[in-house]
């Protein structure tokens, strides 16, 4: 019986557990700040190929007609 009782309140916690985690205001704050991060990873990374890129560009300045 006393076994039972333990279960139960352990599920009875479990189910309140998984509802908060749940919660429509949490999913959304999620979603915003991976949205943030994403942009934020994008463009570091966007910026590091561009520098290389840049960089490359310059240092073959002796084919004709790039960088006059």
Do not use: C, D
Request: aromatic share 6%.
């Amino acid at each position: 019986m006393e076994k039972e009782n333990k279960l139960s309140k352990n599920i009875e916690e479990l189910t309140k557990q998984i509802e908060s985690s749940n919660s429509s205001w949490r999913n959304f704050s999620r979603g915003v700040l991976f949205g943030i991060g994403s942009a934020i990873g994008a463009s570091i990374i966007a910026a590091i190929i561009i520098g290389t890129v840049a960089k490359i560009i310059h240092s073959v300045s002796y084919i004709p007609g790039v960088l006059r």
